[in-house]
């Protein structure tokens, strides 16, 4: 039985998504065209750390698919335009980080963060709530997904 009914317009964001265990797969996201957040679509950002559990893909044949979240272990991009900064508390924090995931992945890149309290520390942003974070590295951007990091170093 197929969806019925009008569906919220989208944007495609062609991605590469890399799954625990090592799988890569070049896929299509559908990330909303109004974000609930500010003023705009909606970030990759903001779509990989929604709640739901799993991600509609197209894949470049024309299938479909639901992957779990919890399976994704990055997600590489092309940077998104950051809007301006509206004024110095927006100033981002820059953090230079090696990081170590599961299966003995590696990555060496930047960090870019904009915090919500005045003097957070990087394990703050750490440990808050959401579940990928954004790192500069050679080549593009990624999104990395905090439940596979085994170890950060700055």
């Known amino acids: 039985m197929g969806l019925s009914g009008a569906h919220a317009p989208t944007l495609e ?7 625990v265990g090592g ?3 070049r896929v299509t996201l559908y990330l909303a065209s ?3 957040r500010h003023a705009g679509p909606e970030t990759l950002e ?6 739901a559990r799993f991600l509609p893909v197209r894949y470049p044949n024309g299938g479909h698919a639901l992957v779990r979240r919890d ?7 092309e940077p998104e335009s950051r809007g301006a900064l509206d004024d110095l508390a927006s100033l981002p924090s820059i953090d230079l980080l090696h990081v170590r995931l599961e299966g003995g992945v590696e990555l060496d890149g930047v960090l870019q963060r904009v ?9 703050d942003y750490f440990n808050d709530a959401s579940r ?7 080549g593009g951007l990624v999104y990395v997904n905090k ?8």
């Not at 903001?46 to 709640?51: I, R, S």
């Not at 399976?71 to 991009?77: C, M, Y």
């Not at 915090?115 to 394990?123: E, F, K």
Request: charged content about 20%.
């Open 132 to 138: 990928f974070f954004p790192l500069e590295v050679s």
């Open 46 to 51: 903001e779509f990989l750390n929604a709640p």
């Open 13 to 19: 964001r062609p991605v590469v998504i890399v799954l």
């Open 34 to 36: 109004l974000s609930s």
């Open 71 to 77: 399976a994704v272990l990055l997600v590489r991009a």
């Open 147 to 154: 439940d596979h990091v085994i170890a950060l170093t700055l």
């Open 23 to 25: 799988e890569e797969a």
């Open 115 to 123: 915090d919500s309290a005045p003097r957070a520390r990087l394990s």
